[in-house]
């Protein structure tokens, strides 16, 4: 019975999230800006990297994944205002195979949204292979679910509060996407800087990216101890999502 | 004026006056939260400007500052216009159209509130700055305010026009980020006129130097390289965001009407 | 006014000696704080399978919080529940799968239509195709909903929503059906028609859960009734017993052929059972009694053997519900 009902709540979400589709096209509007006019702008300005475009570009696909596992989050705490956790918490499903379905549906979505780019970034440096194609879709999936699992984690515990839940998140943006490599290499940190970034799992994200791709190698951290990283912190963080979700959270306070 | 009238007058002023104040509560409600962006705002200035001076042939910190500061102000402008998005979707507006306000009097004070709410956080980030940019500790600096207030209101139309054609739904946040994106992408915020030029076609160049943006990021500019402020942008300024404030009122009376004619919007 | 409590809770008594298996839910020391406040305390309550149970409590009396916690919505912080045998801290899972509970108030899909989220509801149960759009095809027609099963539910009127929300647990029809102000927002022939609907899901099998404040509802849904008060269980009882358990409950208007003298009016007033007496006219007496059907045989009995004044006319009128749930509740208040 589990399976067809995850399969069901998987559908019934799918549905509600490709309803609209003016998110997704505004992902794609906000990458083609972003590294058609400013990318290429900056890459102009910047001398110290060669092909700072793409570096650029595969910088925007961590952001977009990123932005879709932090809307995860909020759609999570979002369910709990509105009243559709408490909903979900009264049907025949695990607390487990919620998080899961919760994990694919940001998994879903997010190749939706950068499979495009993706193939853009590809087709325009030359480096699109099929193997290239399906690599770089595994880092960013992997890296969905990582942050994603972090993101639906704090959310638990933060669900009481959407200020709560917006502030953890802004900051935590803050720390992940500015010290890290998603729009420029450790070589170019100041020192303190680097020091963090390389504390930062989204670095190692962001530059196994680039590997997979092939995307100035020369700038990038070892591409096997990026991968080990990478999963170590989707394991940790589905974890750390799953504990919370099964111990901590319930419906919201009701008379 | 009947002192029936001048009672309707000051009541409705009170009760614009509250709506605005609803409106900026949104936006800043809790100084936590406040605090929270503006020190993401900083770790802009002090992460990736100073980063990227490393990595380019100009001294970007000092041009990407003043970019913060406008994009900031640009942001919150639009935040508080989503106030207004979310009192249509829950129902808020049809108790605004209660109160004893008028449909010109309440699309007047959504499009002040933006106006003040992109102010406010624009003069605390040029607040912060000054500490990261000495020289922007000037007299002119103060001048600058009254110029992030226009400037604002014109977001407020700006945020009205989206309300608009988001039709009070969801969309308003996409196109909000759309046109931010546009606007501050088209302008000298974030890059400077020669690259855009390389860049762009001279009528697209052009236009991009006469966006109130660029306008407003090049003047903190003139003002922390101590170069004189240009008068012309400022007219250019005021002209456009009366132009914006007058669409915007228009679009929030048809959006009122609407919701008093049949319910909803 | 003394209330016999535990006299009238046949929780505690004949229910000692019924089977765990005869009971949908077993609450033990149930209890859920929210912070420092105690929402509901230490609730020990059996509901037998089979019956509609109405949960009838003021705001805030812990009904809400009772029916979470026996859906799995929420945790308790001591004690625990049995739901058709199932543990709720043990087998959440197993409870979820034999009830389901309707909201108090309906919200969560805003951009689903009504057939979709019945559709999703009822697969969730298990229940699938032909089978699935028959039922939901069914639910939506009983609950005059077909007209607007392709409307958004944020365009749906509060009446609407409402059914919709109630609508849900009659797709699949669990063993346990819960029910949280059922009928809130929707208009008297809704109303009618969901109590109808109700009941009939008794009569099917299922054993139903329904928390109101509504005194009407209670009475037409109702074979026990339980009040709770400030997160307190009060009494469970038949409407009935717990009429009868009014002190001084039942009014007897008295009217006499003579004048009533004053040895009439003592022996009237010493009879066991009355709670009070008032004179309303010189020969019409209104007596406050706890159980007519005791008090007037002994009343005739005596007025026969004085013999003194011939009695006229005798109506005797019964405690309403209201008066149950105020005696009940404001004796906590």
């Known amino acids: 019975m589990g399976r067809s009902q995850l399969t069901s709540l998987l559908k019934f979400d799918l549905r509600e999230a490709f309803d609209s589709v003016a998110f997704t096209v505004y992902d794609w509007f906000f990458f083609g800006f972003q590294f058609f006019i400013y990318g290429e702008i900056l890459s102009k300005l910047v001398i110290t990297l060669p092909n700072y475009l793409f570096y650029y570009g595969t910088g925007l696909l961590i952001l977009m994944s990123f ?27 695990t607390r487990g195979e919620m998080f899961l379905e919760q994990l694919l549906i940001g998994v879903i979505i997010n190749l939706t949204r950068v499979l495009p780019p993706l193939v853009v970034i590809l087709l325009l440096s030359g480096l699109y292979t099929p193997y290239t194609l399906a690599l770089s879709l595994v880092v960013l999936t992997l890296c969905t679910i990582g942050i994603m699992g972090l993101m639906v984690s704090l959310s638990v515990i933060a669900f009481k509060s959407f200020d709560i839940y917006s502030a953890i998140v802004a900051s935590l943006s803050a720390i992940l996407i500015r010290f890290s490599t998603v729009n420029y290499p450790i070589s ?11 504390s930062n799992p989204v670095t190692y994200g962001a530059d196994l990216l680039r590997a997979a791709v092939g995307i100035n190698t020369s700038v990038l951290l070892d591409p096997a101890f990026a991968a080990t990283v990478v999963i170590a912190l989707c394991i940790g963080t589905v974890f750390l999502g799953m504990f919370f979700l099964s111990t901590v959270v319930e419906g919201v306070k009701s008379s | 004026m009947s002192t029936e009238q001048t009672v309707v007058t000051i009541r409705e002023r009170q009760a614009m006056f509250r709506v605005l104040q609803v409106d900026l509560s949104y936006f800043f409600r809790t100084k936590w939260l406040i605090g929270t962006l503006v020190a993401l705002n900083i770790s802009d200035m002090l992460v990736a400007g100073l980063v990227y001076t490393n990595m380019m042939s100009i001294n970007y910190f000092y041009f990407f500052v003043p970019g913060v500061i406008v994009s900031g102000m640009f942001a919150a402008a639009l935040d508080v216009g989503r106030r207004v998005n979310l009192g249509l979707n829950e129902g808020v507006t049809q108790y605004y159209l209660s109160l004893p306000v008028s449909l010109n009097g309440l699309s007047f004070a959504h499009i002040v509130s933006a106006g003040l709410g992109g102010t406010i956080y624009g003069s605390i980030l040029l607040g912060v700055a000054v500490i990261f940019v000495p020289k922007l500790a000037s007299p002119i600096t103060l001048a600058i305010v009254p110029l992030f207030f226009i400037v604002s209101m014109g977001l407020g139309g700006i945020a009205a026009i989206l309300n608009l054609v988001s039709k009070g739904g969801d969309r308003y946040w996409v196109f909000a980020q759309g046109v931010q994106m546009i606007l501050l992408g088209m302008s000298t915020v974030f890059y400077p006129i020669s690259e855009i030029g390389a860049f762009f076609p001279s009528l697209v160049t052009n236009a991009i130097s006469l966006n109130p943006l660029s306008q407003v990021a090049g003047t903190l500019r003139n003002v922390a390289n101590s170069e004189p402020i240009s008068l012309t942008g400022f007219g250019l300024v005021f002209a456009t965001s009366i ?20 319910g909803k919007f | 006014m003394p209330v016999a409590k535990q006299s009238f809770d046949i929780t505690s008594s004949e229910i000692s000696e019924q089977k765990e298996e005869e009971f949908a839910v077993i609450s033990t020391e149930l209890s859920k704080d ?52 199932y543990d709720i801290r043990r087998e959440p899972l197993k409870v979820r799968q034999v009830s389901a509970i309707s909201f108090q108030d309906p919200r969560g899909f805003w951009r689903h239509k009504p057939a979709q989220i019945l559709s999703f509801h009822a697969s969730m149960y298990g229940v699938s195709g032909e089978e699935r759009k028959r039922k939901v095809e069914e639910t939506l027609k009983d609950f005059e909903l077909w007209e607007s099963r392709s409307t958004k539910f944020m365009h749906l009127s509060g009446g609407q929503s409402k059914r919709l929300e109630v609508a849900k647990l009659f797709v699949h029809r669990p063993k346990l059906a819960i029910f949280d102000e059922p009928t809130t927002m929707v208009d008297l022939d809704g109303k009618r028609m969901m109590w109808d609907k109700i009941r009939q899901l008794k009569e099917e099998g299922s054993t139903v859960i329904v ?36 002190k001084g409950g039942d009014i007897v208007d008295l009217e006499f052929a003579l004048p009533i003298e004053d040895n009439l009016l003592k022996l009237v007033q010493n009879i066991q059972g009355t709670a009070e007496s008032k004179l309303v006219s010189e020969s019409r007496l209104r ?6 059907e005791d008090w007037l045989p002994i009343m005739t009995d005596k007025m026969h053997e004085v013999g003194s004044n011939r009695i006229t006319s005798i109506k005797v009128a019964e405690p309403s519900l209201d008066d149950v749930f105020l005696e009940y509740t404001e004796k906590t208040a």
Not at chain 2, 244 to 261: A, H, N, S, T
């Open chain 1, 67 to 93: 932005n879709v596992a932090s809307w995860s989050g909020r759609r999570f705490v979002e369910s709990a205002h509105e009243g559709r956790l408490r909903y979900l918490l009264s049907l025949p499903i």
């Open chain 1, 188 to 198: 170019s940190m100041p020192s303190g800087y680097a020091d963090a970034s390389l």
């Open chain 3, 287 to 292: 007596i406050r009694v706890n159980r007519s």
């Open chain 3, 211 to 246: 928390a109101t404040n509504e005194v009407r509802e209670a009475e037409y849904l109702a074979d026990k009734i339980t009040i709770l008060a400030n997160g307190e269980h009060l009494v469970t009882d038949s409407l009935e017993r717990l009429k009868d358990s009014v």
């Open chain 3, 34 to 85: 929210y912070g420092k406040k105690r929402a509901l305390n230490r609730l020990n309550l059996k509901i037998d399978k089979g019956q509609i149970l109405v949960l009838l409590g003021p705001n805030g009396s812990g009904k809400t919080t009772f029916l979470h916690l026996i859906s799995t919505v929420l945790k308790p912080t001591e004690g625990t529940a049995l739901v058709m045998g």
């Open chain 2, 243 to 262: 132009i914006l404030f007058l669409v915007g009122m228009i679009c929030y009376r048809y959006v009122f009407q609407k919701v008093w004619e049949v």
